[in-house]
């Protein structure tokens, strides 16, 4: 990856094309999205067979990923009742999710995108987007 602050078309491409390859060995039908560093949607794919509601929850992943520069997964126990950040679901215009499947992609200790996978169960969500997010 070139010295940059922001994921490019090229680097999304081939995050996608490790998330397609990692779903396959994960036996999940994905939605896969990439954001920038302002969390804006780069690309999105959906495999055949991925459900249809899995979309936007493949795009919002990504952004949260990239807003709060942490796994959505691990904002999932945070922000139950007793959480600390009891009420982040409900911020942001319905787009925080707290899913697993989330992972913002650090390049120099700077968050310069996010990768979203959805479809699968939290496991294989959080794996493939892991997998994905390291093809960079």
């Known amino acids: 990856m070139k010295a940059q602050n922001t994921l490019t078309l090229e680097d ?8 397609i390859e990692a779903s396959g060995h994960h036996g999940s ?3 896969i999205a990439v954001a920038d560093a302002g969390g804006n949607l780069i690309a999105h794919v959906r495999m055949d067979g991925a459900q249809l509601g899995s979309i936007e929850h493949s795009i919002d992943k ?7 520069r942490s ?3 691990d ?3 945070d922000s139950r009742p007793d959480g600390q950040f009891w009420g982040m ?3 942001g215009g319905g787009r ?9 992609i650090v390049v120099n200790d700077e968050v310069v995108g996010a990768v ?3 479809g699968g169960s939290r496991e294989q969500d959080a794996t493939i987007a892991a997998e994905a997010a390291a093809a960079l």
């Open 89 to 91: 679901a409900l911020s």
């Open 116 to 118: 979203g996978v959805s």
């Open 12 to 19: 999304a491409r081939r995050i996608i094309d490790a998330g």
């Open 29 to 31: 039908a994905s939605n």
């Open 62 to 68: 990504a952004h949260t990923a990239v807003l709060f």
């Open 71 to 73: 796994a959505t997964g």
């Open 96 to 104: 925080v999710l707290v899913f697993a499947g989330g992972v913002p």
């Open 75 to 77: 904002l999932a126990e």
